[in-house]
């Protein structure tokens, strides 16, 4: 990855964009800084204390969702609009023909849909966050008119944020939006650095604490890479073509099925789905007494601190993961697009039968990947025990964020290595 950059910076244009996309991230992370008056920043930290769906956002968010800040919603409700546009291009006909069969302009139409919902999510979740947080004991100190300019400019903000990332991904190097939310993740990181620095200061984790936190970092990140790039090779075979008076060979190929087809995805799915009850419930209070009839139903629905909300919590992201696979990879479309290519898989006929054995062989890659998920999602909940650091110190080292942070740099890398070799390309050409 050194090397990669390294040798980026040799070509002018290639620094240019890479300096362009430093010069965006220092733009984002100095709106992280601008607070929305009105708040109760202490009494908002004691409700990220018990976890909950905030605390997911503010993944998305850098910490802001924390402080309170104009980026609180991240790019968080773009992601939202995607997925509930992917969703209903499978349910409308007339979206699914747009996506297939309309090209550029199509898939612009389509990118066009995603913005107009993006603006209605945005406002739906900054109108939900006010009014929870405003129900929750001495938070927002608002006025009515507090509410509605605190709402817009939320809004607002997470508009800019989307083009921003669209701005990056036209004049920068790979996609503008994952690369925003990379910034997110790795914002926090020096946080999450100085609270285990702080620890270990006050003798409360020793360095055999630190280290195994470090190796276990490292180890989960190579586990990550290796499963992003693991895929299962089906072999396919094209037939012989005759053209005019030319005779072609066929083709030897593979058809590649990734381990991991749905991403981070199923992980976001599952914890908005385990986080929400709890959520909710935190509004009405609790406090530090365990005993409080609030505390007791928020047991339940915590993973690592209930072993059963861990179990569904599992269980939901695996199924998360088939269902998602199901949304982005379809055996029906390719064994139809085999067989008008000449396409077959030795030993298995076209059309049916072809469609059977992909989604034979997806399913079963599948779960191997799901388990995977399973595995990383609780690795934020289950640390604490192997490292002997405290849960919650160092958040970067399972669940969303290290998918995020590794797939998105992989992602990255690879478009850089791509332009490097056009470029070198263009040169022996020349």
């Not at 406002?123 to 129900?135: D, F, I, K, S």
């Not at 503008?176 to 926090?188: A, D, E, M, P």
């Not at 909710?280 to 007494?289: A, E, H, R, V, Y």
């Amino acid at each position: 990855m050194l090397q990669t950059l390294a040798a980026a910076f040799r070509y002018p244009d290639l620094r240019k964009r890479i300096l362009f996309v430093f010069a965006m991230f220092a733009l984002y992370i100095a709106g992280l800084h601008i607070p929305i008056p009105g708040v109760n920043r202490a009494a908002l930290e004691r409700l990220f204390a018990h976890g909950g769906l905030f605390s997911l956002i503010d993944i998305f968010s850098g910490g802001a969702m924390r402080k309170f800040t104009i980026f609180a919603m991240g790019i968080y409700p773009y992601i939202t609009a995607s997925i509930i546009m992917q969703l209903l291009t499978m349910a409308i006909p007339s979206l699914e023909e747009l996506a297939k069969e309309g090209g550029e302009e199509g898939r612009k139409k389509i990118g066009q849909y995603t913005r107009y919902l993006t603006v209605f999510v945005s406002l739906m979740q900054a109108t939900g966050m006010c009014v929870g947080l405003g129900r929750a004991k001495d938070i927002l100190h608002f006025t009515t008119f507090d509410y509605f300019r605190t709402v817009i400019v939320l809004t607002a903000a997470t508009c800019f944020l989307l083009w921003l990332g669209e701005l990056i991904t036209e004049k920068g190097i790979g996609n503008g939006v994952s690369l925003i939310i990379l910034c997110n993740i790795l914002v926090r990181l020096p946080y999450d650095v100085s609270k285990t620095v702080e620890l270990l200061k006050a003798g409360a984790i020793s360095i055999i604490n630190v280290l195994l936190l470090i190796g276990l970092f490292l180890g989960v990140i190579a586990a990550v890479v290796a499963m992003q790039n693991a895929q299962r090779k089906i072999p396919v075979q094209y037939a012989r073509k005759v053209v005019g008076i030319r005779a072609y060979a066929g083709a030897q190929t593979f058809l590649p099925i990734r381990l991991n087809n749905a991403g981070v995805i199923p992980i976001i799915f599952a914890a908005a789905i385990i986080y929400f009850p709890s959520t909710i419930l935190s509004f009405f209070g609790g406090g530090t007494n365990p005993n409080s009839w609030v505390n007791k139903i928020l047991y339940y629905f915590h993973p690592g601190v209930n072993v059963v909300a861990s179990i569904i919590y599992a269980i939901l992201v695996m199924a998360f993961t088939y269902f998602y696979t199901a949304v982005v990879f379809n055996p029906t479309d390719i064994a139809d697009n085999l067989k008008k290519a000449g396409g077959f898989i030795p030993g298995v006929r076209p059309g049916q039968p072809t469609k059977e054995y992909i989604d034979r062989v997806l399913t079963r890659v599948t779960f191997v990947g799901a388990l995977f998920l399973a595995a990383v999602a609780l690795l934020q909940y289950y640390y604490a025990p192997i490292t002997g650091v405290p849960q919650q110190t160092f958040t970067i080292v399972g669940g969303t964020s290290i998918l995020i942070l590794v797939g998105v740099v992989v992602e990255t890398i690879q478009q850089l290595e791509a332009q490097i070799a056009m470029r070198r390309y263009e040169g022996f050409i020349k």
